[in-house]
């Protein structure tokens, strides 16, 4: 298989870059970034590219399936103009190039709370960016909606204080299936579904993503 992503340098892209580059069923991988991976490996082809110019890196989007894990965060990207270009625009950019180009598998990292008509911003966004991309009509479309995900040395510390909320009622055998995601185990559930490729759109809804995790 030959497989191509973007957000390779985001916390779940690293993880699932490196477990791509170790997988004796990938043969090449094509990383589109914003800046340098510092990595060389003989599968990895790391493209720097601009995002906002997507007539310059359409057409290096080929291969068998490719993964979208880009993402960032209002506090990083200094509004909801400059998120939602990131979170939409990049993102349904590559998708629409993806298949354009004949790729049949597109697997995408979205929110646990997704939906287009939510109240909230970042969820109307990854709903409508889901929309979007379903209306591609890819031949094996996977929408993966994690809860809270667990980054290993995070700096955030929203993320720090929910995920040891959400440890504490876990423990107390509450809000099991929005317990945090170690972004490595995501990682590993996302290429097993790149390689098996399910016909139509599959959306992995917070609790069916750790129990398949918890069956692997």
Request: proline share 4%.
């Amino acid at each position: 298989m030959q497989a191509i992503i973007i957000g390779a340098t985001g916390a779940t892209g690293k993880e699932l870059l490196e477990r791509l580059l170790k997988d004796e069923h990938i043969a090449h991988v094509t990383a589109l970034v914003r800046r340098s991976l510092n990595l060389q490996h003989p599968k990895l082809q790391a493209e720097i590219v601009d995002f906002d110019q997507p007539q310059q890196w359409q057409a290096l989007v080929k291969g068998d399936v490719a993964f979208s894990c880009m993402g960032t965060t209002l506090k990083a990207a200094g509004s909801k103009e400059a998120q939602y270009k990131v979170d939409y625009e990049y993102q349904y950019a590559f998708a629409e190039a993806a298949r354009q180009n004949d790729i049949p598998a597109f697997v995408l990292i979205s929110a646990g709370m997704a939906d287009p008509k939510s109240l909230v911003f970042y969820s109307r966004m990854k709903g409508k960016l889901e929309k979007a991309i379903e209306a591609l009509h890819f031949k094996s479309l996977v929408i993966f909606r994690p809860g809270l995900l667990s980054r290993p040395g995070t700096d955030r510390k929203g993320e720090k204080i929910s995920e040891g909320l959400l440890n504490f009622f876990n423990k107390l055998g509450l809000f099991k299936n929005m317990a945090p995601l170690k972004v490595n185990k995501l990682a590993e559930l996302m290429l097993r579904y790149a390689q098996q490729a399910p016909d139509d759109t599959h959306i992995i809804e917070p609790g069916r993503i750790l129990q398949e995790i918890a069956e692997q």
